[in-house]
C-alpha cells in the first residue's frame, strides 16, 4: 500500500521533487522531468528515456554520466505527455542528436513519437529505441509487439555507455537495437499494487499462487501457478528465457534479477543463487550481473529475471562505467555542475519577435481553431454516443477537453504576441496533453506539425496551405501507423489530402479546395459504416461497429467542414490583412488564390 502522501493527485510530481532535492549532484528538475546537473561535452548524443512514474529507479534514478542524459517523468503508471518529453529532450541535448529510448507502451509510442517529429523539424536529429524484452507478451515472431520490463537497463546501459565514448547517434542506435534483440525478460507476481489514494490494488493474485508472465502494470499473464519453491522458480524462468534465446546467442550473458517491488533483497539473492547454478550447468558464462530493484511497479510483489546475451562490443559497452543515483558501476572522474536556461526563454522569446502582421496572422489561427471547438461542443454527445458502440464512449469528451485546452493555449500564445507556428505548437501541445485518449494524442501531433509546417511568418501562399494538410495528414499516419480501411480517421484524412491536393494542384483557390476535400472526407467517414475495425479500442468489438461510421473519421469530418465553410467566409469578408493563414490562404501571389 502506498501510504505517504498529501494529496494523491500530487504523488508523481512531489516525489519527483524530493528525488531531485536528495539527489542535486546529479539531477535538476526540468518542465516534465529531470536532466543531469551536471556538464555534459559538446557534441555527446543524449540518451532520453522516461515513461510513466511508480517504477524507480526507472526512469530518473538512471539519469547521469554514462547513462541517460534526461528522464521524462509521466504521471503515475502513465505516459509523459509528448510536450514533456520534448522539453526534456530539448534541455537535456548536448548537440549530438537525441536518442529516445523506453518500453513499449501504445500512450508512451504516440507520445514520445510526437515529441520526435518535433525535435526533427526543429533540427535536433532524434531517433527512438523501443524496448520489447518482456517474452510473455508476444510470440516469438511478433517480437516488435512485446512490450518492455526489466531488459529496460540493459538497453539504456548501453546505449548510454556508446553515448559516453563520444559515439555518434547512428552507432548509439545501432548498438541499443541490438542489446534490445538480445535482451529477454520474464516476470513473476504473488500479490498486486496499490496506487496513491486507490482504495484497491489494480490486480490481485490469489492466495497461494504466481501469476506468470505478468507486466510491470498488471497486465495479463500468461498462466497461474501453485506457490512454487525457490529451485522451481529459478528452474521456470530460466528454462522458458533459455527456450526463446536469440539466434547467435553465444555463451556469455548478463543476468538480472529485479525485484517489482516488495520481495526482499535476501530473497531476490537466494534466487539469484539458483539461477546462477542453472545457467552455468546450462554452459553458460554470467558476466557482470545484477540482482536488486531496478524497475519496479510500486509495491507489487513479483520479480523477473533478465538475459542480455554479451557479444564483445555489448560487453564492453555493459562493463563500462556509470554514474547516476540508482546505478554506479567502476569510476568516472567527477563531473562540474551545469548551468541550466530557464525552461520557457525560447518560446518567449520567439513571441516577443514576432511583427504586427505575424503577430495578426496568430490570431487569425486561433480563430480557426475557436471554430474547431464550435463544431466540438455542438458535436460531443453524438461522437461520445457513436464511441460508445464499440469504443468506450468517450469520443465527444475527449474531444473537448482537447479543443478546449488548445483553444485557451492559443489564445494564450496570441496575448503574448505570438505568431501562427507558435500558436499552433501550443495549441497542439495542450490538445494531446488534455484529452487523454489516443485520439487527443494524435490530434494534438497533427496541429503541432501543421504549425511547423506553416512556421512564423508574415505572409502565407496557397502552398503554404498544401503543405499544411500534407504535414496534419502525415503526423497522424506516422504516429497512429493505421492504413486505409483500418475503420480509423484515417479513412477520412487521406480522401481529404488528396481531394485537396487534387483541387489545388488544377488551380483552384485554397476555399475551393477546402470545400471539395471536406466533401471528399465526409463522403469517406459516412463509408467507413461498411468497415470493421482493425485498429484502437474498437478492434475487439469489430462486429458492433459494424453499420456505424468510426468516431474519429466522423468527428474528422464535421472540423473540415466547419473549417472550409470559415475560410471560404473570412475570403467573403475583406479584412484589412486579409492574408488567411492557420488553414493558410495566400496574397494573391499564385494561380490558385
Ligand atoms: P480512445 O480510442 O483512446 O478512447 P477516442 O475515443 O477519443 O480515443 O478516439 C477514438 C478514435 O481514434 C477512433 O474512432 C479512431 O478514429 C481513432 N484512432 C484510434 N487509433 C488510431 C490510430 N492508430 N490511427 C488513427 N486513428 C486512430
Ligand atoms: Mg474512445
Same mark, same amino acid.
Given at each position: 500500500m502506498t501510504q505517504i502522501f498529501d494529496n494523491p493527485a500530487d504523488f508523481a510530481d512531489e516525489a519527483l521533487d524530493g528525488f531531485v532535492a536528495a539527489n542535486r549532484g546529479y539531477v535538476a528538475r526540468v518542465d516534465g522531468g529531470v536532466v543531469r546537473s551536471t556538464e555534459v561535452p559538446a557534441g555527446q548524443v543524449a540518451l532520453v528515456i522516461g515513461g510513466g512514474s511508480g517504477h524507480y529507479p526507472a526512469f530518473a534514478g538512471l539519469v547521469g554520466p554514462g547513462l541517460a542524459a534526461g528522464s521524462a517523468c509521466g504521471n503515475m503508471f502513465a505516459s509523459p505527455a509528448a510536450g514533456q518529453v520534448y522539453r526534456v529532450a530539448r534541455a537535456a541535448s548536448a548537440g549530438g542528436g537525441v536518442l529516445l529510448s523506453y518500453g513499449n507502451y501504445a500512450g508512451d509510442v504516440l507520445h514520445f513519437g510526437q515529441a520526435q517529429l518535433r525535435l526533427n523539424a526543429e533540427g535536433i536529429e532524434t531517433r527512438t529505441v523501443l524496448v520489447t524484452d518482456d517474452i510473455a507478451s508476444a510470440p516469438p515472431e511478433q517480437i516488435e509487439k512485446r512490450r518492455g520490463i526489466a531488459g529496460d537497463l540493459t538497453v539504456f546501459k548501453v546505449a548510454g555507455a556508446a553515448a559516453e565514448a563520444g559515439l555518434g547517434l547512428d552507432e548509439v542506435e545501432r548498438l541499443a537495437i541490438k542489446t534490445n534483440h538480445r535482451t529477454r525478460s520474464l516476470g513473476v507476481a504473488f500479490g498486486g499494487c496499490t496506487l496513491p489514494g486507490a482504495d484497491a490494488p489494480l490486480f490481485t493474485v490469489p492466495e497461494g499462487q504466481m501469476s506468470l508472465g505478468l507486466g510491470i502494470h498488471g497486465e495479463p499473464g500468461i498462466s497461474e501457478h501453485p506457490m512454487p519453491t525457490a529451485s522451481e522458480l529459478a528452474g521456470l524462468l530460466v528454462s522458458r528465457l533459455l527456450a526463446d534465446k536469440p539466434e547467435d546467442a553465444g555463451t556469455r550473458v548478463v543476468a538480472i534479477v529485479n525485484g517489482l517491488g516488495t520481495v526482499k533483497y535476501d530473497e531476490l539473492f537466494l534466487l539469484f543463487g539458483k539461477i546462477e547454478t542453472l545457467l552455468t550447468a546450462a554452459g553458460l558464462t554470467v558476466v557482470e550481473p545484477e540482482c536488486g530493484e531496478l524497475v519496479t511497479s510500486l509495491d507489487m510483489s513479483g520479480l523477473s529475471l533478465t538475459l542480455l546475451w554479451l557479444d564483445g562490443e555489448l560487453e564492453q559497452y555493459w562493463a563500462a562505467p556509470a554514474d547516476t543515483p540508482a546505478f554506479r558501476k567502476g569510476n568516472l572522474a567527477p563531473r562540474a555542475r551545469r548551468e541550466l536556461a530557464a525552461a520557457d526563454e525560447t518560446a518567449a522569446e520567439e513571441a516577443e519577435h514576432a511583427t504586427t502582421a505575424a503577430a495578426d496572422l496568430g490570431r487569425q489561427a486561433a480563430a480557426v481553431l475557436t471554430r474547431v471547438r464550435d463544431?466540438?461542443?455542438?458535436?460531443?454527445?453524438?461522437?461520445?454516443?457513436?464511441?460508445?458502440?464499440?469504443?468506450?464512449?468517450?469520443?465527444?469528451? %475527449?474531444?473537448?477537453?482537447? !479543443?478546449? /485546452?488548445?483553444? +485557451? *493555449? =492559443?489564445?494564450? &500564445?496570441?496575448? @503574448?504576441? #505570438?505568431?501562427?507556428?507558435?500558436?499552433?505548437?501550443?495549441?497542439?501541445?495542450?490538445?494531446?496533453?488534455?484529452?487523454?485518449?489516443?485520439?487527443?494524442?494524435?490530434?494534438?501531433?497533427?496541429?503541432?506539425?501543421?504549425?511547423?509546417?506553416?512556421?512564423?511568418?508574415?505572409?502565407?501562399?496557397?502552398?503554404?496551405?498544401?503543405?499544411?494538410?500534407?504535414?496534419?495528414?502525415?503526423?497522424?499516419t506516422e504516429l497512429g501507423k493505421a492504413e486505409l480501411g483500418d475503420k480509423t480517421m484515417v479513412d477520412a484524412l487521406l480522401p481529404f489530402r488528396d481531394a485537396f491536393l487534387t483541387a489545388f %494542384?488544377?488551380?483552384?483557390? !485554397?476555399? /475551393?479546395?477546402? +470545400? *471539395? =476535400?471536406?466533401? &471528399?472526407?465526409? @463522403?469517406? #467517414?459516412?463509408?467507413?459504416?461498411?468497415?470493421?475495425?482493425?485498429?484502437?479500442?474498437?478492434?475487439?468489438?469489430?462486429?458492433?461497429?459494424?453499420?456505424?461510421?468510426?468516431?474519429?473519421?466522423?468527428?474528422?469530418?464535421?472540423?473540415?467542414?466547419?473549417?472550409?465553410?470559415?475560410?471560404?467566409?473570412?475570403?467573403?469578408?475583406?479584412?484589412p490583412a486579409a492574408s488567411d493563414t492557420a488553414s493558410g490562404a495566400g496574397n494573391g501571389v499564385r494561380k490558385n488564390d
Open positions: 463544431v466540438v461542443v455542438e458535436h460531443e454527445e453524438e461522437l461520445g454516443n457513436l464511441d460508445a458502440i464499440a469504443g468506450d464512449g468517450d469520443h465527444g469528451i %475527449g474531444m473537448r477537453r482537447g !479543443v478546449d /485546452a488548445a483553444v +485557451a *493555449a =492559443a489564445e494564450q &500564445a496570441v496575448a @503574448a504576441g #505570438a505568431s501562427v507556428g507558435r500558436v499552433l505548437t501550443a495549441a497542439g501541445e495542450a490538445w494531446s496533453e488534455r484529452a487523454g485518449g489516443t485520439s487527443g494524442a494524435l490530434w494534438g501531433s497533427a496541429v503541432i506539425a501543421a504549425g511547423l509546417a506553416l512556421g512564423n511568418r508574415d505572409s502565407y501562399s496557397g502552398g503554404d496551405a498544401a503543405a499544411a494538410v500534407t504535414a496534419f495528414v502525415g503526423a497522424i %494542384g488544377a488551380g483552384m483557390p !485554397v476555399a /475551393a479546395s477546402l +470545400a *471539395a =476535400a471536406a466533401e &471528399a472526407a465526409t @463522403a469517406a #467517414a459516412d463509408g467507413t459504416s461498411g468497415l470493421r475495425p482493425l485498429k484502437g479500442r474498437a478492434r475487439p468489438l469489430a462486429e458492433k461497429s459494424l453499420g456505424h461510421p468510426d468516431p474519429g473519421a466522423v468527428s474528422f469530418a464535421l472540423i473540415s467542414e466547419r473549417i472550409a465553410r470559415h475560410h471560404a467566409s473570412v475570403r467573403a469578408t475583406p479584412e
